[in-house]
């Protein structure tokens, strides 16, 4: 084991987001205020060490996840009955089965406008879409150069770490789906915008 591999450990234990390597390999190299690290360290000699790290983690009650761009240290998943037990334990909250199918939406179809997602849904989204934007699952990536500019959304790294996913490809079918036809939007001013359900959505708390 390198030297250095008990303070990797630490760090990815202390973290509260995931650790992309190039930050792990920059903070090993800088070392703690007023202490010395270790500047001769390479990125590939710290994702060689991920790995080991993942093996020796893998037959203990915890794991090494890669998520959202970067790792972190996580409970095992067939131990999560255990761990429900605890009180005080910081669950991500549920999403609603509205929330979820906005949400496959965007992530298949981003960046994607407001009224692109109620067309394939058939409701009015913008309540849900508040709420997804507030618990920081999606985000505003811009505006389309459609008329009147509607703002478009897309998923966040939040969204990668609540699935457990690397990045965007591991979507199940991600390029069948993407290659989908998507409904043309009703226009904004037309008697079918008016005829849009509106769906109950959960509180942003």
């Given at each position: 084991m390198r030297e250095w591999a008990r303070v990797l450990e630490a760090l990815l234990f202390a973290a509260s987001e995931p650790m992309e390597p190039s930050r792990l390999t920059t903070l090993l190299r800088d070392g703690p205020d007023g202490g010395q690290g270790w500047p001769e360290i390479k990125e590939e000699?710290?994702?060689?060490?991920?790995?080991?790290l993942s093996e020796r983690l893998a037959p203990r009650g915890l794991i090494l996840r890669e998520v959202a761009g970067g790792f972190r240290i996580g409970t095992a998943p067939d131990l999560s009955g255990w761990v429900a037990k605890l009180k005080?334990?910081?669950r991500p909250p549920r999403l609603s089965p509205?929330?979820?199918?906005?949400?496959?939406?965007?992530?298949?179809?981003?960046?994607?406008?407001?009224?692109?997602?109620e067309a394939v849904r058939g409701v009015d989204c913008s309540g849900t879409l508040d709420t997804l934007v507030e618990?920081?699952?999606?985000?505003?990536?811009?505006?389309?150069?459609?008329?009147?500019?509607p703002i478009l959304y897309g998923t966040t790294p939040l969204f990668l770490e609540h699935f457990g996913l690397r990045d965007l490809d591991e979507l199940p079918n991600s390029e069948e789906l993407r290659r989908v036809k998507l409904?043309?939007?009703?226009?904004?001013?037309?008697?079918?915008?008016?005829?849009?359900l509106h769906e109950a959505v959960e509180p942003a708390s």
């Open positions: 000699e710290l994702r060689e060490e991920l790995a080991q005080g334990v910081v509205p929330s979820l199918e906005t949400m496959a939406v965007i992530a298949y179809r981003q960046p994607i406008s407001r009224a692109e997602i618990r920081g699952i999606i985000r505003i990536s811009g505006r389309s150069e459609a008329p009147g500019r409904p043309v939007p009703a226009d904004p001013a037309g008697p079918q915008q008016k005829e849009l």
